[in-house]
């Protein structure tokens, strides 16, 4: 048996105590957050982070840095998160992609599901059926005459497997029971510029990059993707008024940290979330981009995680018969 002196015995606990991240439930945070985005910078769920970011650190005492983390789907800065240390200085934002990475990933470095804690949901942004500018339709019964007529010439744009627009895109043909040629993006930039310069024909992507250029007329919006119109595009109807009922979809996003973060430190995250969701300047710039913050009901960590778990039961089937796989 080995005996410890009092004096070692202290400082063994003392140094168990600094090195547990139950030392951040009583001065959490002391220091910067880094708030991880898995998707370039200037993209939807870019913009979402950023303007929570600024509010979320205000009411934290210290700065929440975005970092841009993309590649592979959103999985590399998920991944990220998911191994980071759990003690609420590595926080992920992420949209949609979550409930459907679980299927579209078959081989994963991390636990797509286990292996986060939730903090809360965000905003749900809805999604917006757009098309280039010269697009031989009126509305939308005309754009599906087109779509079934010609659907060996028709492409339909997307920011790549597991992006918003490829899950937007899916539902949409499932509507159509029509199939057209799709076309990958690495990333929502690159395909909004290629449907602006008319180079494809069709895409389904969030209001946060469509509205602005819907306004400008550079692309043409035909329908939104929810149960009722949205203040940013009043005269837009909805795809069920314009006659295609099976087709609503939106993009939420949700704030995680790494599973084992400790129940208080996911709690004051929460809280500054729901300051940031509370924020009068959120709203109206929530609102410019054609969304709003969730219910605060909707943005605790129980209410999130029961969201989450009924949307990932609601895509697998569709992705699986699909059969489009990211890897």
């Known amino acids: 048996m080995i005996l410890l002196g009092k004096r070692a015995l202290l400082g063994a606990a003392a140094g168990l105590a600094l090195s547990a991240p139950a030392l951040a439930q009583g001065t959490y945070p002391t220091r910067p957050i880094s708030m991880i985005i898995p998707f370039a910078a200037g993209g939807p769920t870019d913009t979402v982070g950023r303007l929570i970011a600024q509010v979320m650190g205000n009411d934290l005492g210290q700065t929440v840095v975005v970092e841009n983390v993309g590649g592979a789907g959103g999985t590399l800065g998920a991944q990220r998160v998911a191994q980071a240390r759990p003690d609420g200085y590595t926080i992920l934002l992420h949209h949609i992609g979550m409930s459907t990475i679980p299927t579209l990933y078959r081989r994963l470095a991390y636990d797509a599901v286990n292996g986060f804690e939730t903090i809360g949901l965000v905003t749900e942004v809805p999604m917006t059926l757009v098309a280039r500018r010269n697009f031989p339709a009126n509305n939308l019964a005309e754009m599906v005459q087109v779509i079934r007529r010609d659907r060996d010439r028709i ?125 009068e300047n959120i709203a109206r710039r929530f609102g410019d981009l054609g969304t709003e913050p969730v219910a605060v009901a909707r943005a605790t960590p129980q209410a999130h995680r029961e969201f989450w778990q009924a949307d990932i039961a609601k895509w697998r089937p569709l992705i699986q018969a699909a059969g489009q796989f990211a890897d």
């Open 155 to 279: 492409n339909l744009a997307n920011a790549g497997v597991g992006a918003a627009s490829h899950l937007c895109g899916l539902l949409f043909q499932k509507a159509l029971d029509t199939a057209v040629t799709t076309v990958p993006y690495r990333g929502t930039g690159p395909a909004m510029n290629d449907l602006v310069a008319g180079t494809v024909d069709v895409m389904c992507d969030q209001t946060t990059n469509t509205v602005e250029q819907i306004r400008a007329g550079t692309i043409r919006g035909f329908a939104v993707t929810t149960p009722s119109r949205i203040a940013a595009l009043p005269d837009m109807p909805t795809a069920a008024e314009a006659g295609l009922p099976n087709f609503e979809v939106s993009v939420w996003h949700g704030l995680y940290a790494p599973r084992n973060t400790p129940a208080p430190v996911v709690e004051r995250l929460n809280r500054a979330l729901v300051a940031a969701l509370r924020d």
